[in-house]
């Protein structure tokens, strides 16, 4: 059995920020279902949207949030998220994140704010177009130098011990309910183990993989939403699956997703026969907010009989394309296509799932004990389609704010921490619903 002041489940982004800041509070125990660097963050290829330029501002960055959530985002989440982004930009720098910066002749380089769908001004902060990987690389780095935080990888967490779950009087999900820890299989061993902790963080992120095309990883099985579901946990927003409108087109393209901030940078759709569409579903035309652009796409396939659409940009000089987009330019030539000097075919796949556990605007579950943060969260910002960038900020935003909220209800709830049975294989029963997932990528 182990016992932390702090259970971290999932280590992309929110965990892993999250498990830096608890450790200065007291001991942890990130639990991860496989390699600790294994997680969607690894793959965010465009960045991190945030207002840090003066031709910026909260208002727009808020008013841009809530028009790609076609009106149904929660406002004052939104606020929430967009005012905090700076500062939780700033840490994530003093952590060791290395993003681009921009020479500016004369003066002070600043970072480069790339240009995503829905944005009305430049704010992704991105370290070329690899930015996830850079960031899970800071953060596994700096959490690897604090002695207080244990990484269990491959260990896969299959259930909450909770209240509701021990003791009959008490209804799963009810404002008695609270979370103890939870129970991980250990997939190496193959035994089941037990983690209890005052404050359970849930950081597992989507569901991208119950789909057949998806940008997402192998490990976005949306296991941990399910696992708070069966908990009472309540869930929210789980129809609002973002479809990102460009993924590579090929066979054995296994998810490879280009990033929009290639649109970004005057990427232009177009249909096999070199004409443009866009302009005939939004204003803003290639670069509308993603949800458009994804079934405008699907739209013009279905009425070509066509299997994908061109994304092109080679209106910019080679060298400026390999420079801004080095994995991309790399990737697109290794299945064939010279991005540099030809349209290369996409297609729209699964890629966001913006529902999830419902939390207020500091991370609370319905179950006390139980946060949840980054994309396993429903937190209100993403309403029906999330803004491009804005999911490594929520990530940031809300963990930091989850943190916050863990360490006040921690000292409350504190002797409460029970003598809980082990797992009982006994009460595993075989599913009698017949579900064959396959992915034939
Ligand atoms: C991308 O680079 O297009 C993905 C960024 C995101 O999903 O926000």
């Avoid at 420079?323 to 991005?339: A, V």
Wanted: net charge negative.
């Amino acid at each position: 059995m182990i016992n932390t002041d702090f259970l971290v489940v999932g280590s992309g982004i929110a965990g892993l920020s999250l498990a830096l800041r608890a450790s200065e509070k007291g001991s942890v125990a990130v639990v991860t279902k496989r390699s600790l660097e294994e997680s969607s963050t690894k793959y965010a290829q465009g960045g991190i949207a945030s207002v840090l330029s003066e031709e910026d501002s909260f208002d727009l960055h808020i008013q841009d949030t809530l028009e790609a959530g076609a009106g149904l985002c929660h406002e004052d989440a939104v606020r929430v998220l967009v005012e905090n982004g700076p500062q939780r930009i700033k840490e994530l720098m003093e952590w060791g994140a290395k993003f681009t910066f921009r020479e500016n002749e004369g003066e002070m380089s600043t970072l480069d704010l790339g240009r995503e769908g829905g944005h009305s001004r430049r704010r992704i902060v991105h370290a070329a177009d690899l930015t996830g990987l850079e960031v899970e690389r800071a953060l596994i780095k700096e959490v690897a130098s604090r002695h207080n935080v244990h990484i269990f990888e491959y260990h896969m967490a299959i259930d909450f011990i909770t209240r509701g779950k021990l003791e009959e009087d008490v209804p799963l999900g009810s404002p008695e309910d609270t979370c103890f820890g939870i129970y991980a299989l250990n997939t190496e061993e193959g035994t089941i183990e037990t983690f209890l902790s005052p404050a359970t963080m849930l950081a597992t992120g989507g569901a991208g993989k119950v789909y057949l095309y998806t940008s997402n990883p192998d490990v976005a099985t949306g296991d941990g939403v399910a696992m708070a579901y069966r908990a009472g946990a309540r869930i929210a927003d789980m129809e609002f699956i973002q479809f990102h409108p460009t993924c590579l087109f090929h066979p054995e393209a296994k998810s490879f997703l280009v990033s929009e901030a290639v649109r970004g940078e005057g990427g232009i759709l177009k249909l096999k026969d070199g004409s443009t569409f866009m302009e005939n579903y939004h204003h803003l035309a290639s670069l509308a907010p993603r949800d458009i652009v994804a079934r405008a796409i699907d739209n013009e396939m279905k009425k070509g009989g066509d299997d994908y659409v061109l994304l092109d940009i080679t209106h910019l000089p080679g060298y400026q394309i390999r420079e801004r987009f080095p994995n991309i330019y790399k990737e697109c030539l290794s299945f064939g296509y010279d991005m540099t000097d030809e349209p290369i075919p996409v297609v729209p796949a699964a890629h966001y799932t913006c529902g999830g556990v419902l939390t207020d605007l500091w991370g609370r579950t319905n179950i006390k004990g139980l946060f949840a943060c980054g994309e396993a969260a429903c937190t209100g910002v993403h309403g029906a389609n999330r803004l491009a960038s804005n999911s490594l900020l929520e990530a940031l935003v809300y963990s930091e704010r989850a943190f916050r909220a863990a360490c006040e209800e921690r000292v409350e709830r504190s002797p409460e921490i029970l003598d809980v049975p082990k797992w009982d294989t006994g009460k595993a029963v075989n599913s009698d619903e017949l579900v064959v997932v396959s992915h034939n990528w």
